[in-house]
T-cell receptor, first 115, second 113 residues
C-alpha cells in the first residue's frame, strides 16, 4: 500500500527567507507522480508543483522547487523568498501513473510566514 | 472558468442526524472525486465517479455514506445517520481526464456533536 508521510505538522519561516517542507513516501511502484498541494485558510486546494518519477530533473515553479530523491523515496518542497501569501496547509501527495487515479496524501504541514 | 464549488462550507449537526454535502464540478469534467480529511490525519480517497457511474468506491467507510451523481453533473454525499467520527473536512475534486488535472473545491467542514 502507498503511504505518504509528512513529519512536520507545523513550520514557520520569516518573510523573504527559505523554508523546506519534508515528505517521504512508500511504494513498490516504479512509475508514479508526486505532488505538492497548498490550501490557504478556507480556500480551495491548489496544485503547487508536480514531479514525474521517471524524470530525474527536479521540478521547479518560480519560487517553488522540489528535491526528489527516488531511491530514498523523499520529495521535499523548497519555498524561496517566502511571502505572506505562502501561509497555508501544504499536502504532499502520490498517485500511480497508469493504474488507478486516486491520490494518497500526507497529513499536511501548516506553514506560517512571519512578517 | 468557474471552479469546483462545494456547499455548505460548514455544517454542524447532532449525532444521529442526516447531512447532505453537495459538489458542483467544473462544467465538462466527467470525473468527480470525493476525499475526506479527519482532523490531524491524512486526506483519504472516498470514491470516484465517471459521469453518473461509480468507478471506484473502495474508500467509502461504511454504508452510512451514500454518494450520488445524477445526470453526471453535480454530486451529493449523504451521511445517515452521522456519527462523531464522521467529523472532518470533505473535499470534492473534478477532472476532465481520469489521470490528470484535478481541481479541488474548498471543502465542507462537517462537525458532528
Amino acid at each position: 500500500a502507498q503511504t505518504v508521510t509528512q513529519s512536520q505538522p507545523e513550520m514557520s519561516v520569516q518573510e523573504a527567507e527559505t523554508v523546506t517542507l519534508s515528505c517521504t513516501y512508500d511504494t513498490s511502484e516504479s512509475d508514479y507522480y508526486l505532488f505538492w498541494y497548498k490550501q490557504p485558510p478556507s480556500r480551495q486546494m491548489i496544485l503547487v508543483i508536480r514531479q514525474e518519477a521517471y524524470k530525474q530533473q527536479n521540478a521547479t515553479e518560480n519560487r517553488f522547487s522540489v528535491n526528489f530523491q527516488k531511491a530514498a523515496k523523499s520529495f521535499s518542497l523548497k519555498i524561496s523568498d517566502s511571502q505572506l501569501g505562502d501561509a497555508a496547509m501544504y499536502f504532499c501527495a502520490y498517485r500511480r501513473r497508469n493504474t488507478g487515479n486516486q491520490f494518497y496524501f500526507g497529513t499536511g504541514t501548516s506553514l506560517t510566514v512571519i512578517p | 472558468e468557474a471552479g469546483v464549488t462545494q456547499f455548505p462550507s460548514h455544517s454542524v449537526i447532532e449525532k444521529g442526524q442526516t447531512v447532505t454535502l453537495r459538489c458542483d464540478p467544473i462544467s465538462g469534467h466527467d470525473n468527480l472525486y470525493w476525499y475526506r480529511r479527519v482532523m490531524g490525519k491524512e486526506i483519504k480517497f472516498l470514491l470516484h465517479f465517471v459521469k453518473e457511474s461509480k468507478q471506484d468506491e473502495s474508500g467509502m467507510p461504511n454504508n452510512r455514506f451514500l454518494a450520488e451523481r445524477t445526470g453526471g453533473t453535480y454530486s451529493t454525499l449523504k451521511v445517515q445517520p452521522a456519527e462523531l467520527e464522521d467529523s472532518g473536512v470533505y473535499f470534492c475534486a473534478s477532472s476532465q481526464q481520469p489521470f490528470y488535472g484535478y481541481t479541488f473545491g474548498s471543502g465542507t467542514r462537517l462537525t458532528v456533536v
